[in-house]
């Protein structure tokens, strides 16, 4: 190691808070940062006035931000005098006369001519060249320029998602590229957000994920390895949408996400630190007040005899002006925090790269936190003259915390539901008491309080750690010019410590007022002990993988011709331990600690339990790939990967997955390029490939019962505990299973216009994906009775396209700005399909349509308003019965399309049905519109520049689907909603009863008709949002020189600040509306470059 | 140089470590093989447990997916909900009786009846059991399939009778896996030889009872043969009364008759204490355990207890059964005779005078003593005082004055375990098939046959039990030499009041083919019992728990039956097709050999077959 050490720490003029950062970075790097006193001082170095004839320039290249370029050469136009600049970025020279032309290149930046002009110091900044020859895209196992590129690889710009204000770096992808689909992360803290490529499927049931595989520096990695990272750390994300993918072979048919992290950089150190406050908040849907859900229970109520359901005049006018939303007093803004740091450098010899960043947001009910520490650190160096050998270590520290809310069931969303469905004239507390919201006669003693359970500091708790460690090694031969063989070797462990505590807590009910006794009053009647699962529960694990390559490559250029090869074999193991445990019945006022529980019941029977779940793993791969090119004009990638995975039998472990791209680069020929001026570049590129998938639970090859479990067994001898069982785990091997098989096609042009001004991105896609692992479901007779192991069955072809097109351009030297809109469509055909036989023939039966066949649902004909609507119906058709029920006034009804399906087949197996009979059921569905799904999507990305003030923004849509209210918005999903008086949203108070028989949905009382799916509650699938929002300001150069920085940048960033498009009336979003509701955040941030 | 060598190691390395498939060597930590599983009677044994847990049915008994079989579906307690049930107002659709399944499922009665197979064919593959513990083994998860299938076919008569764990990995395994429905006597049939394996093999009582109580003993195995013969001979199987399956009822009722009480079964001379005793109860033919265990891991409790309390938030009860004025007037007299024919007069004011003692311990009434929450003399007031009922406050009370007592464990029952502030951990053990119930199908079946005498002697035993008087003939209010047919009513009344609220009575009726003609029309009836607006002491709120109930009721209450329920939804209508249920049209897409049952849309399979 070659870094010096300089002890002038204490001159540097930096805040104390800089320092303290930079220690803190140091010690994470191993590597010293003091150079970065002397890196900033040649910009104030005074240059020393001399009467020389000779006229010396000093000066400084630094690139767009900030940062010191070193190896920049400096040339006098039309001379051979030059220089080039040191690591700092500094640079000396002799100018004759003063008066020359210097002209600035380096590989990567736009070439730029500066005259001296008689100047001593003249600094520069370089600006990169975008749309260069010479640009590199990372793909698999390697990088390539992207000229010669073949393949369909989507970049990700990572200066666009920079300062995103995100949980999960999956979210800060959302509307950047056609043909990725970002679902979730903007709502509960530290829910991360999900990707997938194209339109993927999948038909197996027992595992495997339509997530793409996410490669981060060469090394397989998990998905959530990818969210846990923060976006200062990246250098790069290549998405590989088609056979790009097949490098990574059986597991490549959902696309691949190659990350690449940052290292260091030839140059004096270059510290960065960016932080960022924001505020989150989302419109809550809208919930019936108190006197409009008392209103709508009596209209359900209204034939019953029992009258004392219903809610009294008395009630209704108190309940008018005593209501409360719970989740309104539980909901308020959160907060989200982010620091970034990190500091690069390095001479020729060696380089390094540190990062820490801190990513923090609450939640908007009190206790509910997440909060996460990546780190990393890394360094290259060179050995040798043949050997360059590098270090990595990374990691994240992540804890997530959120309620404990156990009655009825653990969903995370127990805390925003019980709060949203409280019944509004029901308040929290009376007198100091919390109130027993049940009200209905339910064996038993549990019911919810948020807030009870909130003050009882019950939680959901969990505390993830991560440590990755990459080395490798690599050796240049120096017998065979381009040949260089590497050794990298990944070990990542996780440990995970999850924790569970819920306690009890007192519920009042009262003798209730109004002549109804509907008003919580009066006396304490009783005290309810309510048990918010009175447990503490562990659940530690943790994971033990390694990743071991080896590399050859070769790289040969003669003549036209280039050529470079790869070959490497990839071997991984996995092993995971966890157990999960608990101990029941806590003292009163327990704390959070296993000492607090008494484990055992009054008869001093043991109450507690420990489960390990033990896994492993293996898999080895070779990989095989060369890379051709003529002139830049021809080019060709052939690929081959071999797999084996221990998810499979023995005889069964191997699959081999080739692909071949090939590339057009048009402009580069003569005919064109002489004669089609403004196009700059032209490619045509297809690719196919075969890839798969290993979409099913490991072991499934074999016959298999669970280890002992207690809680299903029986209960023998009176009064003892349940006995143990064995219970099938996998009852029917399949010992033929193997991968799916995928094969991609992909067709594409890349061009750019119009001195590079244009750009524009076609590719159309067709997926073939066959012999995929499926679930039988619907083929197989019911009488089975198993869950049946996945099977090599279905046959999918997913195609689509994908069309980007960008125009970049300045409108004078001052104002620049870039504007980037993509659409995308796909869908699929099923050609080999899991179906019921009976269905052969008929509107559902699935072969050769698409996996999104429609709505299915009954068509509506509106309210049967009026008995005379009522007569009308039934004069027209006597027998008429929804599901069996007579139509009613108030009532939804619904068009008759058919009757029975006949029992028996045609002569060619297809099923008929008869002639409308009069009922309504199941034969009356129908598929109402074409798509379910939205299959179109779009976005358009934005930025100007206008001196020092930028500003972008990502608006997202999409469309060609169909929506329906929720259930519950139709009236109550469940009887048991019905049964505990849940809230309702505010669009069912305009419903139907006789004196509004206007109304615009139907009488409460035919809950079970009326909610049924039909175009009636339709709601349009088209969504339309402005996703990310950037406004920033970077500080002039000369007050940041004053403030001994080399830049400064401040900025307002919006996660989801408008949405365009609401065809709702009782939510904001389009997401469901009795989950924690997509939030909108403004953050408003801090970027420094010293 | 030193350079070169590091590098070389590690390249090394890297390549021996390539060449090792050692990595793909690798095993499912979590799993247990199937071989290791039969080859141990320890093991096996814990495999079974599961098929026990997944078949034991529930307190009160099974009812279909749906539901229907609860008390709710006949006389004993009305409808009290606010929504529609089909069942009762004849709007069942193909899709309703889902039972047969709808999907492949690893938990449902195929998915049930598939882990019986599976493990009957694993433990036969094997060759280490000894093969005394093997055959313990099958016989007990032989006896399951019965059951299993007994439940199937008393819905929809014949379904698939599968019996070894079919295969559905490949085109050929998935087509042969297609079968259609076994006509109802091969399913009877099967079941019957499944028993008689189940019987042959089984001990007639566990050793160990305090660890094993709750196993299906040979009794047991003989007891569910009769009754599935029994039910093969009445109507609803049988509507042109072939004596044979008389015949063959009547010995198998017979016959556990015989090994049940050579086994020393015998009733519990307490009628109100059945449910009391647990290890040994000499009663309980087949059991379902409960316990008061209250982990998570460890606790089956029975929620009889909770739901059937009254609805005050001190004994945190759920009020459900709620007995109907119907049900309260079936009971005889305390001489064994109707209300009108007894020589104890009847009224309705004092319907709670001189009844069969059975009707104290299983319906609690307005004013009778229910010693609960740990207080002895405690007493039920459910009456109305100027128009509003005076339990609980007047919120949460029962609909119609009544509840069901049956079972409920009060403060004096002996060695009760119950915390009256956490009845939801109850462990009161279910029994499905009683002694009692193996005495009254034998009378059935023997009084068919022609063997009066022998109907006459088991109902007796009944009665005698149940502390009605013996009267001067000795018949314990029976009528003398009843006929076969009267008999066969005398049995169904008896069985609707020995058994109320057991979950049998709907099921009678079926099995009878009955519902239409006892069901339909009605809605039920309830007794508005209201304290007198004039001549009632003022205190009388404080004093009535020291007053003689018959003065009580005579002096200060009014009773008045009207028709309980909501009045806007329809009287029962039972439909006869209902005798055998549709299959889920779901299913008949599933697999096309599957005829659909007469008498519904396309049907074409005769469950009479």
């Known amino acids: 190691m070659t870094f010096h050490l300089q002890p002038q720490f204490g001159k540097r003029k930096g805040t104390k808070l800089t320092c303290t950062l930079l220690l803190a970075a140091q010690f994470i790097a191993g590597a010293p940062f003091l150079e970065v006193a002397q890196a900033s001082n040649p910009a104030l170095g005074s240059a020393v006035k001399t009467s020389n004839a000779d006229h010396t320039v000093t000066g400084s290249v630094k690139d767009s931000e900030g940062a010191p370029l070193a190896g920049v050469t400096i040339r006098i136009k039309n001379s051979k005098t030059g220089t080039t600049t040191k690591a700092d970025g500094t640079f000396t020279l002799n100018a004759p006369t003063g008066k020359e032309t210097l002209i600035i290149s380096s590989i990567g930046y736009k070439t730029q001519e500066v005259s001296v002009a008689d100047r001593k110091i003249v600094n520069v900044i370089l600006v990169s060249e975008t749309s260069s020859l010479d640009e590199v895209v990372v793909v698999g196992y390697g990088q390539q320029k992207k000229i010669h590129l073949t393949g369909a690889v989507a970049q990700i710009d990572m200066k666009a998602i920079e300062d995103l204000p995100v949980g999960s770096l999956s979210a800060a992808l959302v509307a950047q590229q056609p043909g990725v689909g970002v679902s979730g992360g903007f709502a509960r803290p530290g829910d991360p957000a999900t990707i997938t490529i194209r339109n993927p499927s999948m038909f197996s049931k027992d595992g495997g994920t339509l997530s793409p595989l996410v490669v981060i520096d060469n090394v397989i990695r998990s998905f959530d390895d990818f969210n846990t990272m923060d976006q200062s750390e990246v250098e790069n994300i290549s998405i590989l949408k088609d056979a790009a993918a097949a490098i990574y072979g059986a597991r490549g048919a959902n696309g691949v996400i190659v990350v690449t992290t940052k290292r260091g950089k030839t140059g004096a150190p270059r510290f960065s630190y960016s932080t960022s406050i924001g505020i989150s908040d989302a419109k809550l849907p809208k919930m019936m007040d108190g006197y409009q859900l008392a209103t709508y229970r009596n209209d359900y109520n209204a034939g019953t005899t029992n009258t004392s359901l219903l809610y009294s005049q008395d009630e209704l006018d108190y309940f008018k002006t005593n209501s409360q939303s719970w989740l309104e007093q539980a909901w308020k803004a959160s907060y989200t925090t982010r620091h970034a740091l990190n500091v690069s450098g390095g001479t020729e010899k060696a380089t390094y790269f540190a990062s820490v960043a801190y990513n923090q947001q609450n939640g908007n009910f009190d206790k509910i936190n997440f909060d996460r520490w990546s780190f990393r650190a890394s360094a290259d160096v060179k050995v040798s003259k043949n050997v360059k050998a590098s270090l990595g270590l990374s990691g994240d520290v992540s804890t997530k915390d959120r309620y404990l809310l156990k009655q009825g069931g653990t969903s995370n969303e127990k805390d925003f539901q019980s709060l949203l469905y409280a019944a509004p004239f029901t308040p929290a507390y009376y007198n100091g008491l919390p109130v027993s919201l049940l009200s209905s006669g339910a064996n038993t ?192 990638e052939v690929s081959v990967r071999r797999d084996a995975s221990t998810n499979f039998a023995p005889e069964n472990r191997w699959g081999t997955f080739p692909s071949l791209s090939l590339g057009w680069v048009i402009s580069e020929e003569p005919f064109f390029k002489d004669n089609v001026h403004w196009v700059d570049q032209l490619k045509f590129r297809a690719s196919v490939g075969l890839t798969g998938m290993d979409n099913t639970r490991a072991y499934n090859w074999l016959q298999s019962y669970n280890l002992i479990q207690t809680g299903n067994g029986p209960v023998f001898g009176g009064n003892l505990d349940r006995a143990g069982i064995f219970r099938l785990k996998n009852a029917m091997p399949n010992r033929d299973l193997q991968w799916d098989d995928a094969t991609k096609l992909n067709g594409g042009i890349d061009a750019s216009f119009l001195k590079n001004r244009m750009s524009l991105t076609l590719d159309g896609f067709y997926d073939y994906r066959y012999n995929m692992l499926t679930t039988l479901t619907s083929s197989v007779p019911l009488t089975v009775g198993a869950a049946l192991p996945s099977q090599n069955f279905g046959t999918v072809a997913a195609f689509g396209t994908e069309i980007s097109l960008g125009w970049t351009d300045h409108i004078n030297k001052d104002w620049s700005y870039k504007v980037r809109g993509f659409f995308s469509w796909s869908d699929n055909k099923q050609i080999k399909v899991d179906y019921d036989q009976g269905l052969k023939g008929t509107y559902r039966d699935p072969n050769g349509r698409s996996t999104d066949m429609g709505f299915l649902g009954l068509k509506s004909m509106g309210i049967l308003r009026t008995q005379a609507d009522l007569d009308a119906l039934l004069e027209k058709n006597p027998a008429y019965t929804i599901y069996g029920q007579k139509p009613q006034v108030g009532m939804v009804y619904y068009q008759d399309v058919r009757g029975a399906k006949s029992a028996t087949p045609d002569a060619n197996g297809n099923y008929s049905y008869a002639e409308a009979d009069g009922k309504i059921d199941d034969n009356d569905l129908q598929y109402l519109t074409n798509k379910k799904d939205n299959h179109f999507g779009f976005g358009l990305n934005f930025a100007t520049t206008y001196k020092k003030l930028s500003f972008s923004f990502n608006l997202g849509g999409s469309f060609g689907g169909q929506d329906i209210m929720e259930s519950g918005a139709r009236s109550w999903g469940t009887s048991a909603q019905l049964a505990a008086i849940t809230n309702l949203p505010i669009n069912l108070v305009d419903h139907w009863t006789v004196d509004n028989p206007n109304a615009k949905y139907p009488a409460p009382a035919f809950r079970a008709q009326n909610g049924l799916d039909s175009d009636f509650w339709f709601v349009s699938s088209f969504t339309l949002a402005v996703r990310t929002l950037n406004v920033s300001y970077e500080l002039p150069q000369t007050l940041a020189q004053k403030l001994n920085i080399n830049s400064a940048r401040v900025y307002l960033t919006a996660t989801n600040p408008l949405n365009l498009y609401n065809p709702y009336s009782y939510k904001y979003w389009g997401s469901t509306f009795d989950v924690y509701p997509t939030l909108s955040t403004f953050s408003l941030g801090l970027n420094l470059n010293l | 140089m030193k350079k070169k060598y590091i590098l070389w190691s590690a390249l090394g390395a890297m390549l021996s470590l390539a060449s090792c498939e050692s990595v793909l060597d690798k095993t499912d930590l979590n799993a247990a093989s199937p071989e290791l599983i039969a080859g141990d009677s320890v093991l096996a044994n814990i495999a079974l447990n599961y098929i026990y847990n997944q078949n034991l049915p529930d307190w009160g008994g099974p009812t279909a997916v749906s539901g229907i079989g609860g008390s709710v579906y006949t006389e004993e307690s009305y409808n009290q909900g606010t929504g529609q049930n089909k069942f009762l107002e004849g709007a069942v659709v193909e899709n309703d009786v889902t039972d047969f399944g709808t999907a492949l499922n690893a938990t449902n009665n195929y998915g049930k009846i598939r882990t019986i197979n599976t493990f009957i064919a694993d433990l036969e593959k094997d060759n280490l059991m000894d093969k005394g513990a093997k ?475």
Not at chain 1, 615 to 632: D, K, Q, T, W
Not at chain 2, 417 to 438: C, H, K, M, Q, Y
Not at chain 2, 530 to 538: D, E, F, I, N, R
Request: aromatic share 12%; proline share 4%; with cysteine.
């Open chain 1, 445 to 636: 003693n549990e019911n919810f309080h948020f807030f009870e359970a909130q003050k009882s500091n019950n939680y959901l708790m969990s505390r993830d750690n991560g440590l990755n460690i990459n080395a490798s090694l690599e050796y240049d031969a120096p017998f065979l010019k381009g040949l260089k063989a590497r050794v990298t070797y990944n070990r990542n462990m996780e440990n995970s410590f999850g924790k569970e505590f819920g306690t009890r807590y007192k519920l009042y009910t009262f003798t209730m007022l109004g002549a109804n006794k509907h008003i919580v009053g009066g006396d304490v009647r009783s005290i309810a002990t309510v048990s918010n699962s009175n447990r503490i529960y562990y659940a530690p694990s943790y994971g033990d993988s390694y990743q071991l390559n080896g590399y050859l490559t070769y790289d040969k250029t003669f003549g036209k011709h280039s050529i470079s090869v790869l070959g490497l074999f990839e071997q991984g193991e996995a092993y995971s331990d966890g157990i999960t445990s608990y101990l029941d019945n806590l003292v009163d006022n327990a704390l959070d600690n296993a000492g607090y529980a008494l484990g055992g019941t009054a008869s001093g029977a043991g109450v507690g339990t420990i489960s390990e779940s033990e896994s492993e793993s293996g898999r080895l791969s070779f990989v095989g790939r060369i890379n051709y090119n003529y002139a830049n004009k021809y080019l060709a």
């Open chain 2, 135 to 609: 055959s313990r083994l099958i016989a007990q998860a032989i006896f399951f399939r019965a059951w299993r299938y007994f439940e199937l076919v008393k819905l929809y008569g014949g379904v698939p009778m599968i019996t070894t764990p079919q295969n559905a990995v490949g085109t050929e395994a998935i087509n042969a896996a297609f079968v259609p429905r076994n006509t109802t006597t091969e399913c009877f049939k099967q079941m019957s030889a499944d028993l008689d394996s189940a019987v042959k093999y089984l001990p007639s009582t566990w050793i160990t009872p305090a660890a094993n109580w709750g196993r299906i003993t040979k009794g047991a195995a003989a007891a569910l043969k009769g009754k599935i013969l029994l039910y093969a001979a009445s109507p609803q199987f049988n509507p042109t009364n072939q004596a044979s399956k008389w015949q063959a009822a009547y010995d198998a009722n017979k016959a556990a008759y015989d090994i049940l009480t050579a086994s020393g079964a015998k009733l519990i001379t307490d009628y109100g204490k059945i449910w009391f005793t647990e290890v040994g109860n000499t009663e309980a033919v087949f059991v379902t355990g409960y316990n008061t265990s209250v982990g998570d891991q460890q606790k089956r409790n029975s929620g009889w207890e909770a739901a059937n309390r009254p609805r005050y938030s001190t004994v945190s009860g759920g009020g459900s059964n709620i007995p109907s004025w119907d049900l309260v007037k079936a009971y005889p007299m305390k001489d064994g005779k109707k209300p009108g024919e007894s020589k104890y007069t009847y009224s309705d004011l004092l319907f709670f005078k001189d009844r069969d003692p059975r009707f104290e311990k299983t319906i609690a009434y307005n004013g009778c003593t229910w010693p609960m929450s740990n207080i002895p003399n405690n007493r039920l007031w459910t009456y109305l005082a100027a128009g509003k009922s005076v339990e609980n406050g007047g919120v949460n009370v029962s609909n119609t004055g009544f509840y069901c007592r049956k079972a409920l464990q009060t403060s004096d029952v002996a060695g009760s375990t119950l915390d009256p502030s956490n009845t939801i951990f109850s462990g009161t053990d279910w029994i499905e098939i009683r002694f009692a119930e193996v005495m009254l199908n034998y009378a059935e079946a023997a009084a068919a046959v022609g063997k009066l005498d022998e109907a006459y002697t088991q109902v007796i035993n009944v009665r005698k039990r149940a502390g009605i008087e013996a009267g001067s003939d000795n018949l314990y209010g029976l009528k003398a030499n009843m006929s076969t047919t009267e008999m066969a009513k005398a049995i169904l009344d008896e069985r609707q009041v020995e058994f109320a609220f057991e979950g049998k009575r709907f099921w009678d009726l079926r099995r009878l083919r009955l519902l239409e003609s006892t069901l339909n029309g009605k809605r039920g009836t309830k007794a508005v019992i209201s304290l007198k607006t004039t001549g009632v002491p003022a205190d009388f709120a404080t004093t009535r728990d020291g007053m003689k109930l018959e003065d009580v009721y005579t002096n200060y209450f009014t009773i008045a039956l009207t028709p309980n329920g909501l009045m806007s939804r329809p009287a029962i209508n039972y439909l006869p097709k209902y005798y055998f249920f549709a299959l889920p049209t779901q299913a008949l897409n599933n697999n096309p050999l599957l005829k659909q049952t007469n008498d519904w849309t396309n049907g074409t399979f005769n469950p009479l077959e």
